[in-house]
């Protein structure tokens, strides 16, 4: 996993990329949502809420940011955190 931040015209984003399994494009559209369908087990097996990420772009969206991920199946997933 890589984690990187940068600063640019006042923005900050943050990104966290791995180069795991992906997501299918078909799970990615309700990713962010609440007991999404997109929730999938842990590496460990451990089972998810599928509420990880939809508090985490809550709280983006209350700091005023954004949040979006892009992911290749096989290649691996990057998370977005922008910032102002």
């Known amino acids: 996993m ?3 931040l940068r600063e640019t ?13 992906g997501i299918p494009e078909a ?6 949502e609440k007991f ?15 509420l990880g ?7 983006v969206r209350l700091h005023r940011g954004k949040m979006w991920v892009e992911s290749q199946e096989g290649e691996g997933t990057c998370f977005f955190v922008e910032l102002s």
Request: hydrophobic share 45%; proline share 0%.
């Open 27 to 32: 799970l990615r559209a309700e990713l962010f």
């Open 2 to 4: 890589t984690v990187g």
């Open 53 to 59: 990420l939809f508090i985490t772009k809550q709280i």
């Open 9 to 21: 015209e006042g923005r900050v984003l943050l990104t966290v990329q791995d180069t795991g399994i």
């Open 36 to 50: 999404s369908a997109s929730a999938r087990a842990g590496l460990g097996g451990e089972a998810s809420t599928g």
